[in-house]
């Protein structure tokens, strides 16, 4: 039973009490056990005495990806090898790869995090999940699939890809809950209703959706589309992979503060306000291999702290609005892709398809163009209608974005599909 409410509804003081306490357990092991951590806090003339309370942790250096990727592959762990049980890594398709190893408790508490997790948004023992995130390295499949198992729930572990499979398993096994990428979710909703499968009459009741920034008309749509309940769920490699879900509430996920510290800074590194956005930093508080210290995530996100509605008293990061090296910086403009998404599917008009293209034009200025497609419904092949169309669209792009776009619109099925994390942007400024 992983509903603890003596843990997940502390009384923020003893909350707030219990993270000094591992705060400052976790700056002396890091101080004496990685090589690392004790060459930055020298660097910044900090040592562990310095930290006594919460407010003190401004005074630690962060910790970059980059630092991950110069001390590769064990620079950054605070036990030998010996006590390792296993590896996971990232593709390190931009430069090194990144290494994160794990003791025994390390993976039950990434386990343990992720059974609240499941728990806090309805996942129990009756479930069949069908797990369609990637397997091995990756650590998203293997997140979902041993914090389902240890909760009693059936897995099916068919990993990314194969959609016809996916369809056929969901249709013979009853899945009940599906956990994948948004834009996978989307691509095989309209895969099944291309070859005559109402995911309505299926068993599904819920997906678990996360690993690329997604907006709340998108969850609108998948639950439009498919009648189902669609949760959101964060976690990056270096963390543990998938951590934390919303609760049946849906009003922000839920981070598991007796194992996890988090800031909200703004672009200089200082702490924004309350439901200010700003970058997420978090600070592992009981990761022994290797602890990680105002971790620099570049996603961008809101806190929150009052207690939510379910009556967890644990902090919500809101939705994740894109990531900081995601940012496209168009004519001087700041522009998230997650910002594009949410205008498109506010637009009846417009499917869940786009690409975002960038080029530069001779006079040397930004170019953007975006390709949406035209929603089946709302097929049309009159060329004035889509001049209107496109027209609409991008006055109400320029509305939010503050850089005009040029918007073409295509017709269904046109623009590429993904079976993983869809690739939105081509940016050919680069080339």
Known sequence: MYWDPNVEKMPLKDLKALQERKLRALVHLAYEYSPFYRRKFKEVGVNPWDIRGLEDLSKLPFTKKQDLRDNYPFGMFAVPTSQIV???????????????GYTSNDINIWVES???????????????????????????????HYAAERLGATVIP??????????????DLHTTVLAC?????????EYASNNGVDLRETKLRMGIFG????SEETRKRIEDKTGIQAFDVYGTSELSGPLFTECVEKNGLHIWADHFLIEI????????????????????????AMPLIRWKTGDITIMEEEKCNCGRTHPRIMRIL?????????????????QIEHVLMQ??????????????AESGLDEMTIQVELAEKAFSDKVSDILKLEKRIAERLKSVLNVWAKVEVVNPGTLQRFEGKAKRVIDRRKI
């Not at 990428?181 to 909703?189: F, K």
């Not at 894109?322 to 997650?338: H, K, T």
Request: aromatic letters at 8%; hydrophobic letters at 40%.
């Open 347 to 360: 637009i009846p008009e417009v499917g869940e398809h786009y690409m975002i293209i960038l080029d530069r």
């Open 158 to 171: 068919i990993s990314a890809g194969n959609t016809q499979r996916q369809i056929e398993l969901m249709k």
């Open 211 to 214: 690993a690329e920034p997604w």
């Open 322 to 338: 894109g990531r900081a090296d995601d940012m496209l910086i168009v004519r001087g403009v700041n522009v998230f892709p997650s």
């Open 181 to 189: 990428t948004p834009s996978y979710m989307l691509y095989l909703a």
């Open 265 to 288: 800074v703004d672009e200089d590194g200082n702490l924004v306000g309350e439901g200010e956005r700003g970058e997420l930093i978090v600070t592992t508080l009981t990761k022994e």
């Open 86 to 100: 296993r590896f996971h890594a990232s593709s390190g398709t931009t430069g090194k790869p990144t290494v994160v």
């Open 114 to 144: 992720m059974c609240r997790s499941l728990t806090a948004c309805g996942v129990s023992r009756n479930d069949i999940m069908q797990i369609a995130y990637g397997y091995g390295l990756f650590t998203g499949g293997l997140g979902f």
